[in-house]
């Protein structure tokens, strides 16, 4: 599936061209048919001769709406340029290419509208050689020129010969398996929920699937999928498709979201990329300037890091790390816009060179410059182990999959990255790895690291009296399969970076500190414990008395033990009575509910809940009104 987009000056026929190609209007907005003219994307399908559908996104030539027309682009195929006839070269005529240079767009043909409107020949030339010169040195310079007239239909059928010509020499789109679909439309349909729209890149997603909105991480599952308001199972990369969504709604996703599946990709609000600045900008690009970057459909403020220099000049390149307050979502490869501001002016572009560089480097380091170069230029290495990186967590043997070297290439480069430490294997030995070994790239690791400390001492904060986050919660908010999450725990332990203590992750700085009021309480709750050992408060009570970070620290510390979710023993009392459960049992084979309640002058309340209780850490089992000794029972007594 391949999908084409309409470029140039406001006014210039874009949307007529379109419509009068595909019998669809582009501006579905009520304000854009009103004022003909575009304001936001417009969509419409074409079946080329060969029987190939291709789509067509209709981008707003005005430049109040250059962004708009930014969010459009960056999945394009090819190009129809437009120019009126009437008119020639515009502002925005000029503007719109340079945007499709720096995008890299490979192919397009060039459409000069309105000729119903020209009847003057040396005024259609001059337009003609004027194009010519303006598309010089462009992907467009020799791009074929048509004249077209959407009111009579001259030159629609040329129109789409050379559209199926050049789509036809162009590379089909990758699927690497990692679907990704920069959201460009948002919006609800009655009975269906949320949906939202974009061109599919790298993968393909299927209904049914559990997927991922970053950067807010907000998770929902693919209800239905259409292409060309066609009903599809899967959608195929290229293919402009429109996405249901079960379990979110439109508040929850914006344009420039990305939709894809779980742990594919990731955020980051530092992003090392290659500059090309534009020859006709106004001034230079300096260090720490503040700038608006178009990355797919998404948009954002970002600051620059300028390495090896203090200052970017017109036509000049340069090596890049930016940072947004927001999280970024790009891959390698991808391609972006610079511009300013205010006022608004398109300063440039390039490529994405690491989407998750995880640290800030020193701006005037040959290792660093050398590393960015190493990344622009693209060897076997690089390009393996940033495969890796956008995998995140893997096995060696699906890495192989997405490897285009040969398998003993391959296991050459996985060797050395390994030996050098840029991979890490989890679970085993560095220097022994087989095609089911987990891996990850030493810089993903640092990430995965950073978050979990994050999330640890934000937990910490919150919760200043207890001994850390519970375990299972944590690889929840990491949202990581419990494989890999315990490999990586098993790491962080090992390495001092967390402690994992009754089943709860602390920071290796976290201490518990008492206030004298703290302690003045936690003591006043250990007293009632010890005077009513056997008839103690209720977990409501001990909550009122003491407050949740009070009596929760007891639990963590084991000085406190929960039975059900409303009884709770001190430690004494509770080893007291299974030690007495176990050796009644061992002599007299049953007990009942009344025999316990007997030997402890308690309640039935109490009695009937603590032998439950015993039943499901499998100490004894239920038989009639009786409890029996259970063959395998598990004898630490602090564990519910």
């Known amino acids: 599936m391949r999908v084409i987009g309409t470029a140039g000056h406001v006014d210039h026929g874009k949307s007529a061209l379109v419509s009068a190609l595909t019998g669809i209007n582009p501006d579905r907005l009520k304000e854009e048919q009103i004022r ?20 067509i996104i209709d981008v707003p030539g005005h430049r109040d709406f250059i962004e708009n027309m930014l969010a459009g682009v960056g999945g394009i195929d090819a190009v129809i340029f ?5 008119e020639g070269v515009m502002p925005q005529t000029k503007e719109h290419l340079a945007i499709l240079n720096l995008l890299q767009v490979k192919s397009g043909i060039i459409a000069l509208t309105k000729k119903d409107l020209v009847t003057d020949k040396e005024w259609m030339s001059l337009v003609e050689e004027d194009v010519r010169s303006v598309v010089s040195g462009t992907f467009l310079e020799n791009a074929p020129m048509i004249n077209v007239s959407s009111k009579n239909g001259e030159g629609l059928k040329e129109v789409v010969t050379h559209l199926q010509e050049i789509l036809s020499e162009s590379t089909p789109r990758q699927d690497i398996g990692k679907p990704r679909l920069p959201i460009d ?4 349909i009655a009975g269906f929920g949320t949906v939202v729209t974009g061109t599919l890149l790298d993968g393909k997603l299927e209904i049914g699937k559990e997927i991922v909105i970053l950067p807010c991480g907000k998770m929902g599952r693919i209800r239905g999928m259409q292409t060309h308001k066609r009903k599809e199972e899967s959608a195929l990369p290229g293919s402009r498709v429109a996405v249901n ?20 990709y990731r955020g980051s609000q530092r992003v090392d990329v290659y500059f090309k600045m534009l020859s006709d900008s106004s ?30 000049k017109p036509g000049e390149e340069a090596w890049l790390q930016i940072e947004a307050e927001q999280n970024l979502v790009c891959s390698r490869r991808d391609h972006y816009i610079f511009r300013r501001p205010s006022p608004g002016e398109t300063i440039g572009g390039g490529i994405i060179l690491n989407p998750n560089p995880g640290r800030r480097y020193k701006r005037f380091s040959d290792s660093v410059i050398l590393q960015y170069e190493t990344l622009y230029k693209g060897t076997p ?28 290439d391959t296991n050459e480069l996985m060797n050395n990255l390994v030996e050098s430490r840029l991979v890490i294997i989890l679970g085993g030995q560095n220097d022994r790895w087989n095609e089911k070994t987990v891996l990850v790239a030493a810089n993903t690791l640092l990430c995965i690291t950073e978050d979990a400390k994050e999330i640890t001492s934000t937990y910490h904060a919150m919760h200043p009296l207890r001994i850390g986050i519970p375990k299972e919660e944590l690889k929840s908010r990491l949202n990581l399969p419990v494989k890999y999450f315990n490999f990586l725990l098993d790491n962080w332990i090992n390495d001092g970076i967390l402690i994992e203590e009754n089943g709860r992750i602390r920071t290796t700085e976290h201490k518990i500190s008492l206030s004298s009021k703290e302690i003045e309480l936690m003591n006043r709750l250990l007293d009632i414990f010890q005077k009513y050992p056997y008839k103690p408060p209720s977990v409501k009570e001990c909550l009122n008395e003491a407050g949740d970070e009070i009596f929760y620290m007891l639990v963590d510390q084991e000085k406190l033990v929960l039975v059900s979710e409303d009884l709770v023993f001190n430690h004494g009392a509770y080893q007291t009575m299974v030690l007495y459960v176990k050796e009644f049992l061992s002599e007299h084979e049953t007990i009942t509910v009344a025999q316990f309640r007997d030997a402890f002058d308690t309640s039935r309340k109490y009695a009937l809940a603590f032998l439950e209780h015993l039943d499901e850490r499998k100490l004894t089992i239920r038989q009639g009104d009786a409890r029996i000794l259970f063959g395998n029972y598990r004898t630490h007594p602090n564990k519910g």
């Not at 437009?82 to 009437?86: L, N």
């Not at 969504?245 to 594919?264: A, M, W």
Request: with cysteine; net charge negative; hydrophobic share 45%.
């Open 381 to 408: 290495a690089e390009i393996f182990y940033q495969a890796l990186q956008e995998m995140g967590i893997t096995t060696v043997e699906a890495l192989f999959k997405t490897s285009t070297l040969s398998k003993r």
């Open 185 to 188: 439309r948002v919006f609800s």
């Open 36 to 55: 003909e003219m575009t304001i936001d994307l417009g969509f419409a399908w074409l079946t080329l001769p060969n029987g190939e559908e291709v789509g």
């Open 82 to 86: 437009v120019v009126a006839a009437d």
């Open 245 to 264: 969504i079960n379990g979110l709604e439109t508040s929850d996703i914006k344009r420039g979201d990305v939709l894809c599946y779980p742990l594919h």
């Open 283 to 312: 001034r230079e690009l300096k260090h720490d300037d503040e700038v608006k970057i178009f990355i797919g459909a998404s948009e954002a403020l970002v600051r620059v890091r300028l390495i090896g220099k203090e200052s970017v």
